[in-house]
């Protein structure tokens, strides 16, 4: 068989090539576009297939040394989450937010329990029960890549690829479900929103400033540095496995509600570009180096266990969420962005709204308060609760190795 490694920097060129034709796929394939699905997700997956089948046939064995620049990504990215965290901009969503938040951690717990009640009867690894629940379905490929690692360590056999592999279904059901669930309680409870058109195009543009741009790329990595201290430190915590990534998203959330106390300015749009930027790039080294054919003799108990996680989201957010966030249309619209943000990811969640905002009406506090608000309990409850409670979790199980 032949054998080819790529080092830090081709490993680090390849990786750049499968988001940027990642992109150019999705942007030719309008299916990709429907579902909401990330152009490095495609690619990587294709990437990832392909060169399983060749490893499995003895064909070509390759290797990427993409391990220290894939964890510093992921770091700065958790990090420029952390950064939203903004105390004051949270307080402005009033008593909805408390709703929000409580049926957002709600769905984190149910979906856990769920998939691990699911998969020990299946004969799976109880933590395959978490990533094959909230970790991946709400947290998405990224935080998938991040914590299914640790699993793995602690016993769960290729948590990595049914993580992905769940979280990639999960962009395509979000998208075929959060619609008719909110259309169904609008036309059972008679409920219409503004007479508004959507604006699409008004976001404002901001330019480009090197500047202000380097001031906010060094304030990200100023708080990874911080946070890799507290990182250090929680990991005297006894029977806790508190990953490094979670350390730099606390440093940023300090460190963002320290400026808003001394009214410093933060600049999010450029703080979410290089987020974004790290976040491409680190999946491109995640999804071009798991091997998806690993999990073929797992597919039986994943499909029972996915499609078990659909039935539920779509239940809690019929029943739960829609009461939580007020019973009114409002709560119509962020049912449909829940559902999007349950079993997909941000763009899920933006799409179902404006489908279903586009046929209703308009929905203030769904367009603007919710999709933020959502994400950052999303964002900042789901991977510290995946992380903490894996150990624990095997413990209980009597699986630790």
């Known amino acids: 068989m032949l054998e080819i490694s790529f080092d830090v920097m081709q490993s680090a060129a390849i990786a750049a090539l ?170 059972r409870h008679n409920l219409r929103g503004e007479e508004r058109a959507l604006e699409a195009g008004s976001q404002e543009v901001t330019a480009l400033d090197n500047k202000k741009l380097l001031a906010s790329v060094c304030l990200i990595i100023v708080s990874a540095g911080l946070g890799s201290y507290i990182a250090i430190l929680a990991g005297y915590v006894p029977m806790i496995e508190f990953p490094y990534f979670i350390g730099c998203m606390i440093g940023g959330i300090i460190v963002r509600n320290i400026l808003d106390a001394v009214h410093v300015e933060v600049r999010a749009q450029e703080l979410d570009a290089f987020g974004d930027i790290c976040l491409e790039i680190f999946l491109g080294m995640t999804m071009m180096t798991i091997d998806v054919t690993k999990v073929a003799d797992a597919i039986g108990p994943f499909v029972v266990i996915f499609a078990a996680q659909v039935v539920f989201t779509c239940l809690w957010c019929y029943f739960v969420t829609f009461r939580a966030c007020g019973s009114n249309y409002d709560a119509a619209v962020i049912v449909a962005g829940h559902i999007g943000m349950g079993l997909g990811n941000g763009p899920n969640t933006m799409a179902n709204e404006k489908a279903v905002m586009a046929e209703h009406g308009f929905s203030k506090v769904g367009w603007v308060v919710y999709p933020p608000f959502g994400l950052l309990v999303l964002d900042i409850f789901n991977p510290i609760f995946c992380s903490v409670i894996g150990r624990p979790l095997t413990a209980l199980f009597g699986l630790l190795p």
């Open 18 to 187: 499968v988001a940027m034709v990642g992109r150019a796929i999705v942007k030719r394939v309008r299916l990709f576009q429907t579902y909401c699905v990330p152009g490095v997700v495609v690619a990587g997956l294709m990437v990832s297939f392909v060169l399983g089948i060749l490893r499995g046939a003895d064909i070509l064995a390759v290797e990427f040394d993409v391990a220290i620049l894939k964890e510093w990504f992921m770091d700065i990215f958790f990090t420029g989450v952390g950064l939203t965290a903004s105390w004051k901009l949270i307080k402005q969503g009033g008593k909805v937010c408390i709703g929000i938040a409580v049926t957002t951690i709600g769905l984190i717990l149910g979906q856990d329990i769920l998939g691990v009640a699911l998969t020990v009867p299946l004969g799976l690894h109880p933590l395959q029960g978490i990533g094959l629940g909230s970790l991946s379905l709400m947290g998405g490929v990224g935080t998938s890549s991040a914590i299914a690692p640790s699993y793995e360590a602690l016993g769960a056999e290729n948590a990595v690829e049914l993580a992905v592999l769940c979280a990639t279904f999960g962009m395509v059901f979000a998208s075929l479900c959060g619609g008719p669930v909110a259309r169904m309680l609008i036309k």
